[in-house]
């Protein structure tokens, strides 16, 4: 017994880890399944196979695991998809463990089959793809080198530099095979199966309370992960977008932290309108990504329309309903992974109808804390003076704040009064020390306002804008009288992005790039796609602007009538090499012509006489036909029985001495005839 | 395995179609290529090769022997082929991991012939599963030939006849027994020979042992006989025996006869005669086959 190339099982088991990596990237497998199998790995990378004693008892372990998931997914705690890739993972785990045979291998790498085909099911991440090519790379050369392996006699070394080189072109061939069926292979359904979003492997970070309090730290805007999704239309074109993304909006402030006293509204709603008119409003198709956390709808400033919301589950995609809350909140009704929905926002810079609002929220937006120091509001009006205008007493404000404060995120923590902390002793803060000093100073002096939370920014990726979670910012609204609330924000201009670091910044961004590249041709390819990858192959697009196509087809569709017709030729030539074969029934066939033949003649076949009963009779009655009907009979015998099929071309030959002799016999009779 | 795969590949494909989840299809044409890839390359591994035998000595029934194939291909590389005798009883296999173009390389396997008798053999069956194990792939290279195989090694529990030729003495092995006459030569001592037979002068002098030997050595004459009548495994059992006395006897020097129905083999002493009492008692009940084979 030869001892196993070492290089085949640390393939074999990366590869396995590679495939079990491909579910665990869902965030939906057990912890204790993660380190089971994790620990497994490593033990057999190290190359222990402990289980190797013990290979029966080993196994019967397994299902007493079997019977813990069975029992999870009965009590409804698991998903069956989980709980049968986690088994699948164990599994694998038991034989990475087990002694090293070609049986093992086999079910090892068959287990990572089906933990990949595991993984297809529970996520449409990028890393999914990253985590199927390397096991199909890996598992493709640890089984390459298990056949040599099986075939080099005993004591001589594995050829596997040779091996690897034809191995490694193999398997891009058949990633090139995978992505032509892939696009070829018509789709007969909607992509129902597909999951969205996952847990991933990270928290959410960011989200929304009923509450804003001052101070603490502001570790968020150095948060590059990325939170919302959103295809806009019109398009703006800009590769930076500078927008607020409102979330919801405070009116309350005691002194410590915002609140909303606006009262939830009890019904839940598929669509919620929040103003009329849909005249040129833009239009938002967001995605909030399992990094965001809260179950706020986030949109563009000023949202007027909002509706059909998808909630991403662990299980596929399903409906849900939006409740309105107070502080122009949007919540939906359950709780998910992500979330998907359609808006329809007033464009920047339109006046909006702030809608009807209760009086009491109404008079809250001038509502002050009890204890506010009264150097506020002397600050207030040293800046702005005996301006009437809202807007115009906000824009000076903000201008002064903005120059006369430092932003930062390094706060001293929680202190007594926050907004004096920051207007007279520290001078710096960050976004929401900005905005609730602006929001406070103008109401006491007698404008309306309220602070306002969301996100501010949007960066271009592909045709999409992505949100950061660093992007999470607060602003004020302003009141003004025939136009509604307007953004006002104090923030200095600089400060209102995310602030992380711009390597990871951009590592992020290229990472968001592919995986929406990943997301538009993969996870989303559908028959339209099919139909236009066809359509384009043959014809050239329409430009837009351009009412007629270009006369000349494209250069693809040159290139691709080339590879057809090579492709032709190809196999024409590959089948004309091919020996010309003998169809199976040709012998009974040339019997079936013989008798018609011989029955012009009249010397047919009886009831129950073969063939070669005729040939038989005829040589024992010494018929002048006996010569040459006996060796087509052989002939024939041989072809049916003797494994010597009739040559191409021969049938017909024999077939016509036979024509001869029968119309030489039927002259003879038709003579006899006539001397009669 | 490849079974279980294609039932994979079956299902993978049937969650595919139910779902329309298109990462399944990422992953069932993968493994659909992959089914492709595997026809196509071990194809390409059994194209343009020629085999041929290299000669087998000779095999004992019931027991392992050597027999070596050689395996030529003319453009292109191969990998892990195996090579077994197609439709004849011989088990076992033998293979080759890598085969460069070009060069003959000889693939040794050692196979087990169940029975006695000339075994006629029609062709060489190479196989391969390259490149993944997953499904194996057969090519049948027509080479005829007959393998003669000898009766079974065993023991021989009865003794052989009484001695035919030869002085009867206390020892019955001749090499034992000084022989007479002048010095014909020298020659190496072999196995079981007497010591004192040695030429010391001459054997230090070259520096191995040698023998002198005489003009008339001591030997018997022993004739051994399979009876007519004898069939099946009462036959086999009789032939099995023979071939171990003969062996015995001609080991201890003597010279061995071996008397067959119809066939008389005349005395001789050697491994050629032994080589010939077993080529006799392989043919013995296939007499039909060695005239179709002459």
Redesign the interface.
Known sequence: MTRPNRLRLVLRDLGTGAAFASMAVSGQVPIWVLGLVVLALFVALMGRRPFARAPRLTAVLLVPVGGVLYLAVASGQMDLVVAACSFAGLVASQRLLSDTS?TTD?QVL?AG??M??G???LS?ELL?AVC?LTF?VLA?LS??L????????PG?P??VR??MR??AM?TT??????????IL?P????????RRASPGLGTATTGFSDTVRLGGSGTLKSNPRVVLRAKLTPDPGVEQLASYWVGRTYDTFDGQEWSTIGAPNKRSRTRVTLRRGAEKQVYQKIELLPAYGSRTLIALETPAKLGNALTHTVTGDKRTQLQELGGDELRFVEQGLGYAYEVYSVPPGTDADPGKMAQKEADQLLALPDNLDPRVEALARQVVGDEKDPLAAANKLSAWLQREYQYTLELGGDVADPLVDFLFVRKAGHCEHFASALTLMLRTLGFETRLATGFFGGERVGGEYIVRAGDAHAWTHVLVPGRGFVTVDATPPAFRANQSLQLLESLISLYEAIESAWRAS????SFRDQMNFMRDLSRSRREPGKEQRTRLPPLRAWLTAALVGAAVYWTWKKLSRLKPRTPALEATRFADAMERQLATVGVGSRDGETLEDVSARLTREAHPLAPTVSPLTRRYLEARFGQQPLQPGEASRLLKDLKQAVDSQRKQQASGTRAA | ?GR??LV?TF??GL?A??????????????????I??SGV?SERCLRDLSVRRVGTDGAFAGEPFACRWGVTRGKG?A????LSEVDSPLTGE?????L?AGAEHVV?ADLTAPRRGPLKLTGVRVT???????FAKTRVFPLEATLLVYPRRGFACAAPADVAVGNVGESNNPHRLDGTGDVAGLRELGEHEDARRVHWLKSASVGKLLKVEREREERRTFFLDVPSGLAGDALERRCEEVAEQAHRLIEAGHEVGLELPGHRLRPGAGSGQERAILRALAWLGFEDQREEAA
């Open positions: 070609p086999g068959l089959l089906l990949i085909a993984g297809a099911a449409g999914f199927l199909a493709s089984l390459g298990g056949v040599v392996e099986a075939a080099v006699p001589e594995v050829p040779q091996v034809p191995l193999g061939l058949a990633m090139l095979g995978a992505v032509a069926f892939f292979f789709r007969l359904n909607w992509n129902m199966g597909a993969v996870v989303d390819y | 395995m279980t795969y994979v299902g993978v969650g179609l139910n779902t329309g989840n298109n990462l399944l299809y990422l992953v069932l044409g993968l493994l659909l290529s992959v492709i890839l390359l590389h990998f892990a082929l195996t033998g293979g080759v991991g890598y460069p040794r391969t599963t390259w490149p993944l194990g997953l």
